[in-house]
Nanobody, 133 residues
């Protein structure tokens, strides 16, 4: 059974850093499109970054480009999100998502957050990030 588990959230002051980790199980990890999203109270869900684990290709939303880095750890079968220069506006619940089964292999488009939500996908339960001023 495919499963995604997020970890690494917490509270940090503005300007600080956190690293989130999305640990996968089942066959979710290999040659797949995996990404990080966030949702703040009263706001729409925002796709931040994705990675194709087949070749490490990445995509970033403009809002996090230059501050956040998505990476893969093949040994741990995890996808991590390094977040630097955090701002109070980064406060949100952060979720990991992955294309389910062979959904990405059958999808006629690049691995981006916008495309990931259009595929059959799996989601983790989320981890809270709170940034204080």
């Amino acid at each position: 059974q495919e499963q995604l588990v997020e970890s690494g959230g917490g509270s940090v002051q503005a300007g600080g850093s956190l690293t989130l980790s999305c640990t996968t199980s089942g066959y979710t990890y290999d040659s797949n499109c995996i990404g990080w999203f966030r949702q703040a109270p009263g706001k729409e869900r925002e796709g931040m970054a994705t990675i194709f684990t087949g070749d490490g290709g990445t995509y970033y939303a403009d809002s996090v480009k230059g501050r956040f880095t998505i990476s893969q750890d093949d040994a741990k079968r995890s996808v991590d999100l390094q977040m630097n220069s955090l701002k109070p506006d980064d406060t949100a619940m952060y979720y990991c998502a992955a294309a389910a089964g062979l959904a990405y292999q059958a999808y006629p488009g690049p691995c981006t957050p916008e495309n990931l939500v259009l595929m059959r996908n799996s989601w983790g339960q989320g981890t809270q990030v709170t940034v204080s001023a």
